[in-house]
């Protein structure tokens, strides 16, 4: 569907995106957070692969409750084979699939 379309368009910019924030904001607090022998906490790799999120059907619907409310359930379907490491030094920890099914 068109939303899929759109995400497919953006998919390549949103990975770096994502690993800018996961390197500017996520590893500093992650480092902050953990025992010093572990203090060199990072990501030595990130990336989703080539698998796109599948958006859609999307389901308007009146939210109930006072008021004027318009409610938008999005389903989400995403699988992919990705390489995303943290290294911590004296261990590696890895993800080589992701899988996400339900709605937004």
Not at 44 to 72: C, D, E, N
Request: proline share 6%; net charge negative.
């Amino acid at each position: 569907g068109w939303l899929t379309w759109c995400v497919s368009k953006l998919w390549p910019y949103l990975e770096k995106a994502l690993e800018k924030i996961i390197k500017e904001q996520v590893e500093p607090d992650l480092q902050e957070a953990m025992p010093k022998p572990f203090s060199g906490i990072h990501f030595s790799a990130f990336h989703l692969g080539q698998g796109q999120p599948q958006l859609g059907p999307v389901i308007a619907s009146q939210r109930s409750g006072s008021g004027m409310g318009l409610q938008l359930d999005i389903v989400l379907d995403y699988e992919s084979t990705v390489n995303i490491v943290m290294d911590a030094g004296i261990a590696k920890v890895g993800v080589k699939t992701v899988s996400v099914q339900g709605t937004l």
